[in-house]
Structure formats: C-alpha cells, structure tokens
C-alpha cells in the first residue's frame, strides 16, 4: 500500500476549528501505521464502531487487499479546500443545485444516494463516497473511476465483507441487518478505510452521546450524514450542507431525493438519534460552521 500523503495546512482557522480536538486529521487507514495511530488517538480502548479493539486483525486483512491511503490525489496540493456535503434529502428534489455543487473542491456524498439521472438536482462529480456493506452500491452504472470509495466500519463483519469481496471469496450475509452488496463495482485503487476516530468524534464529541448507554437502552450511532460532516471539519477549510433538512411535520413527504421512502422510515430508526442530529445541524448552521444550501 502507498504511503498517506499529507493533508496541506492552511494559514486560517476554519469557522467550525472550536468543535475539533484534532485539526487536519487524516481520516484514512494505513497498513503500516494504523495500529500506532490508533494508539495515539486512543481508538485502541474503543470497540467498533469507535475504535479498533478486538478487531485489529480484521482491518489489517481488509487493509492489506487495498492499495493506497491517500487522501487526495498526489499532484493536488490545493490548501484551503471548499467542500461541500451531499446528503439525500428529498428537500434536494427540484432545488436544481447540480451545477453549484460540481463547483466545489471536494465533493461528499453517502451510501447509495445516486447521481446519475439526477445530475441537475445533484451535480455530477463526486470526490469521496462514504458506504457500508447494507449501503453500496452494486450496480456498475453508478461507479465514477475518479471518485475514492470509504467503508464506514460499523462491525467487524463488514471488514470482513470487505476482505471477502477483494479476495474473490464467497460472501456470508448473516450478520447484517439487510443484505449486503454481494458484488463491488469500486477497485481497490479507489477504496479507503475510515478511521473509526471520525465516527467517535462525530459520536462522543459533536453529538454528545455517552460512551455507555444505559442496559436498558439501545445504543445510538451517527448516520452517515453526520460522519461525512465529521469528515469534512478534518480536511476542509470551509463546509457547505446540501440536502439534510427534512420534513417531520409531514410523514408523507419523500424522505429522500431519489425513490419513494418516505419520512416515516426516519421516524422508525433505532439506530440512530435523529433528534439529536438535527439539533445539532441546526446549531452549526446558525453558527454559520457551516453554509446550508438547502434552507428554504
């Protein structure tokens, strides 16, 4: 595997720089170094999807089978970047903002939120695509050669699933919650791990969950969309939000930009706090942490 390459530092703080412990981080795994990382960082006392205690051995063979944890491309060495963050939020439908969000240094767009046959509403280029296993894309029409591919490791299965995929092997979908991509339409030149110190920024720091939740509650985690902000604070200048406002008033109203789920799956999500992701949306929106392109 390559060596990481380092993130340009620019001379301003950026306006979110109070909500970051670790500025210019790099988000991406190393062979050679993760374990070091991790203990620098601390990830080595956290489980999954905090950190990588107890599953070591499971990211070193996922990330032995891919080549490189670069950031950005060698010869960019752009300071200062300006990144905008894609969720999938049905208020994208008819915002046609496609042509500004291809304006953007970096592009951050999550799971299986599409772009082709909505390149108006959403643009075209896409630079990072966070996803996990339940998450991919497995269709090849929806691979763009120039984008990086990030497994968001929730799991060690998905390590696993990972490791199984880029060795050929035969895939065993028991033990996730919906069936995984049984094939991957992403090469290992394009593919990075997130260092599961993202999520627990995204987690412990910017969300304020505990680190235990009480026996009788479930544990709740980020969505993607909060873990792509999260990401963009460590690499990016200045942040711009499109597309993660959503309709609660009205549990009829398309939950995402593409398809026909409605906000009434939002609602029924054990997994994840929405509430308190959108106060805290709107907290750094008001801030002005962040632009929001979507506000109505």
């Not at 491309?73 to 994208?92: H, M, T």
């Not at 920024?201 to 985690?221: E, G, I, M, R, S």
Request: aromatic letters at 12%.
């Amino acid at each position: 595997m390559k060596q990481r390459n380092k993130i340009q530092p620019c001379l301003s703080k950026p306006a979110f720089a109070s909500l970051l412990r670790v500025p210019q981080f790099h988000p991406f795994l190393c062979t050679a170094d993760f374990k070091k990382i991790a203990s620098m960082y601390g990830s080595n006392k956290f489980y999954l999807p905090y950190g990588i205690k107890t599953s070591a051995e499971y990211f070193r063979l996922a990330l032995s089978k891919l080549e490189s944890c670069d950031l950005f491309d060698e010869f960019d060495n752009e300071p200062c970047k300006k990144c905008v963050v894609v969720g999938n939020g049905g208020i994208l439908k008819n915002k046609t903002l496609g042509e500004k969000i291809d304006s953007y240094d970096v592009i951050i767009r999550m799971n299986s939120g599409p772009v082709l046959g909505h390149e108006e509403e959403v643009g075209r280029r896409t630079t990072f695509r966070l996803f996990y296993p339940e998450s991919v894309f497995s269709d090849p029409s929806h691979n763009d050669p120039n984008a990086t591919a990030i497994l968001t490791v929730f799991k060690p299965l998905d390590l696993k699933w990972l490791s199984e995929l880029l060795s050929g092997g035969k895939i065993n979908a028991n033990g996730f919650w919906k069936k995984p991509a049984l094939n991957l339409i992403y090469k290992p030149y394009q593919i990075r791990i997130l260092d599961p110190f993202i999520v627990r920024t995204a987690a412990l720091d910017l969300l304020h969950f505990p680190k235990v939740f009480p026996k009788n509650q479930k544990p709740k985690h980020p969505t993607t969309g909060i873990i792509a902000i999260t990401l963009a604070f460590h690499i990016c200048h200045e942040v711009h939000l499109a597309g993660f406002k959503y309709n609660f008033s009205d549990l009829k109203s398309p939950l995402h930009y593409y398809g026909n789920a409605t906000m009434s799956l939002m609602n029924k999500s054990a997994y994840h706090n929405v509430t308190a992701e959108q106060l805290f949306l709107k907290d750094i929106i008001e801030k002005k942490f962040v632009i929001n392109l979507t506000e109505d």
